[in-house]
C-alpha cells in the first residue's frame, strides 16, 4: 500500500509544484508587460523590480494554490483512469476512498500549511510590495491610501477618531467623529461635516460640540473651529489603515477589536478575518469536490481537464467574491460571507465521492 500511496501521491504533487511555477510564472510576466512602462518612467533599478515581485509571490501563492490543487487532482486521477490504472486498483480490492485518501490527505496538509503561510509569511511580504508601490511607482497618486474608508483610530491623546472616509492627497476627512472618554464615561464628542488640514493645523467645518459633565450635556454648534493638536498629522490617518493581507489573523482581529470599542462597524473586515482561514482551506475542499469526478474514464486528454479546472475555480471564487462583497454591505454575516463557498463545494464534493463508482 506504501507503493501505491507514494505512485499517486508523487503524481499529485508533481502537477501541483509544476501548476504553481506555470502560474507564478504568467502572472509575473503578464504584470512585468503592465508595469514596463511605469518602472522606466519612474527609473526603478532592476533590484527594485525584482523585491517587487518577490513580494508579490506569497500572494500569489496562496490565491493560486486552490486552482493548483485542482488541476493536479483532475489531471492525476484523470490520467489513472484512462489508462484504467483505478479500474486494477478496484479489482485488487481497493475501494475509491482508499485510492483517493493519499490526495485528501496532502490536500488536507498543504491547506494547514497554506494558513501558516498566509499568517506568518503573506502579511510581511505584501506590506513590502506595497512600500515599494508607494516610495517608487505612485508618487504622483500619493499611494493606494489616498482614500481610506471607515476609518478608525485613536490618537496619543487617547481621542477616538472616526471617519467616513479619509483623502490622503487633498488631507481632509469627511463624516468625522472625535470622542474623549474617562474610563467608560464619554468626556466631550466632536461631530463635523469634515475636517482639513490647512496651515499645519487641523480645522474642522460644520459641526457640533458636546460636553459631558455630572450627567448633563452641553452642545454647542461651530461653522469652523480649530483642533489643537501637535502631534496628529496626516501621515497618521494615512498610515493608521493595513489593507486585510498586509495584517496578519492575529492583528487583524486586534483591529476589529479597536473599531468595536471605538462604536464603528466590523463587518467588512470580520469577512476579511474569515477569509483568512477559509481560503487556504479552499485548497482541500476543491480536491474533495474535483479528485472524484476525474476518477472515471472519460473521453478528453490534457486541455479538457484545464477546462474544467478553470471552470471549476471561476464558479468557486465568483461565489467567494459575490458573497464577500455582500459581507462588507452587511447584506450577510461575516462568518456566512467567508464561508459558504466552502460549504456548497464541500457538500458537493461530498455528494460526487458518495456517487462515483467504488
Known amino acids: ?69 485542482l488541476l493536479a487532482s483532475l489531471f492525476s486521477m484523470g490520467n489513472l483512469a484512462r489508462r484504467n490504472e483505478i479500474i486494477a486498483m478496484k479489482s485488487s480490492g481497493l475501494s475509491l476512498y482508499r485510492i483517493l485518501l493519499p490526495l485528501l490527505i496532502i490536500s488536507f496538509i498543504i491547506s494547514t500549511g497554506a494558513l ?8 510581511g511580504a505584501s506590506e513590502k510590495k506595497e512600500f515599494i508601490t508607494d516610495e517608487f511607482l505612485e508618487k504622483e497618486k500619493e499611494s493606494w491610501r489616498k482614500r481610506i474608508n471607515n476609518l478608525y483610530m485613536q490618537d496619543d491623546q487617547g481621542r477616538r477618531i472616526s471617519m467616513r472616509y479619509f483623502h490622503a492627497t487633498k488631507e481632509t476627512g469627511y ?16 461631530d463635523a461635516r469634515k475636517m482639513v488640514w490647512e496651515d499645519s493645523i487641523w480645522v474642522l467645518y460644520d459641526g457640533y460640540e458636546r460636553t459631558f459633565i455630572n450627567e448633563i450635556e452641553t452642545a ?12 496628529l498629522t496626516p501621515k497618521d490617518f494615512s498610515k493608521v489603515l493595513k489593507r486585510a493581507e498586509e495584517m496578519s489573523y ?7 477589536q479597536e473599531v468595536k470599542t471605538n462604536g464603528g462597524n466590523p463587518d467588512q ?38 477546462g474544467i479546472s478553470l471552470a471549476i475555480c471561476f464558479v468557486y471564487f465568483g461565489i467567494v467574491k459575490t458573497f464577500q462583497a455582500m459581507g462588507h454591505n452587511g447584506h450577510i454575516q461575516p462568518f456566512l460571507a467567508a464561508w459558504i463557498a466552502n460549504f456548497i463545494f464541500g457538500f458537493g464534493g461530498i455528494i460526487a465521492l458518495y456517487k462515483a463508482p467504488k
Open 175 to 190: 463624516g468625522v467623529s472625535i470622542k474623549k472618554f474617562r474610563d467608560q464615561d464619554l468626556v466631550f464628542r466632536i
Open 116 to 123: 501558516v503561510f498566509g499568517e506568518y509569511i503573506v502579511p
Open 1 to 69: 500500500m506504501k507503493i501505491l500511496d507514494k505512485y499517486i501521491s508523487k503524481k499529485f504533487l508533481g502537477v501541483v509544484i509544476f501548476a504553481l511555477i506555470a502560474f507564478i510564472s504568467i502572472f509575473i510576466v503578464v504584470d512585468l508587460v503592465e508595469k514596463l512602462d511605469t518602472f522606466i518612467k519612474h527609473d526603478v533599478p532592476n533590484f527594485i523590480v525584482f523585491k517587487f515581485y518577490l513580494y508579490s509571490m506569497p500572494f500569489i501563492i496562496v490565491i493560486t494554490l486552490p486552482v493548483a490543487m
Open 269 to 306: 473586515w470580520l469577512v476579511d478575518l474569515n477569509l483568512k482561514v477559509s481560503v487556504p482551506f479552499a485548497s482541500f475542499i476543491i480536491v474533495l469536490f474535483g479528485a472524484p469526478l476525474s476518477s472515471r474514464k472519460r473521453r478528453g486528454g490534457a486541455m479538457t481537464g484545464f
Open 250 to 256: 492575529k492583528e487583524l482581529k486586534a483591529f476589529i
Open 220 to 231: 454647542v454648534s461651530f461653522t469652523q473651529k480649530t483642533l489643537h493638536d501637535e502631534n
